[in-house]
């Protein structure tokens, strides 16, 4: 996961596509994450359910390293997501 910007770099235009995307599934994964807690799963329960949707909507021709990176990403989100509260 590449390191965050800071909060003061943060302005109109500060951000390329390819960021603004992976900050949306970010999002995405850490409402799931929260969804899943609320609906009783455990940690454990909820990263497993995180990893098989995400296994099914990887595209097969995604590079491995880079799928796996972003089930890393995924992972971290989801944890992050669950204590967050």
């Known amino acids: ?5 800071p909060l003061s ?3 109109s235009g500060a951000f390329s596509p390819v ?3 992976h900050g949306a ?3 995405g994964i850490v ?3 929260r ?3 609320a609906e009783g799963c455990t ?8 990893r098989m ?4 909507a990887t595209p097969p021709e995604l590079d491995r390293v880079a799928a796996r990176a972003f089930m890393e990403d995924a992972v971290r989100a989801c944890i992050e997501g669950y204590y967050s509260r």
């Open 1 to 5: 996961m590449p390191p965050r910007k």
């Open 9 to 11: 770099s943060v302005s």
């Open 19 to 21: 960021e603004d995307a």
């Open 25 to 27: 599934l970010r999002d």
């Open 31 to 33: 409402a799931i994450a």
């Open 35 to 37: 969804e899943l807690q």
């Open 43 to 50: 940690p454990e329960q909820m990263i497993v359910r995180v």
């Open 53 to 56: 949707l995400i296994i099914e």
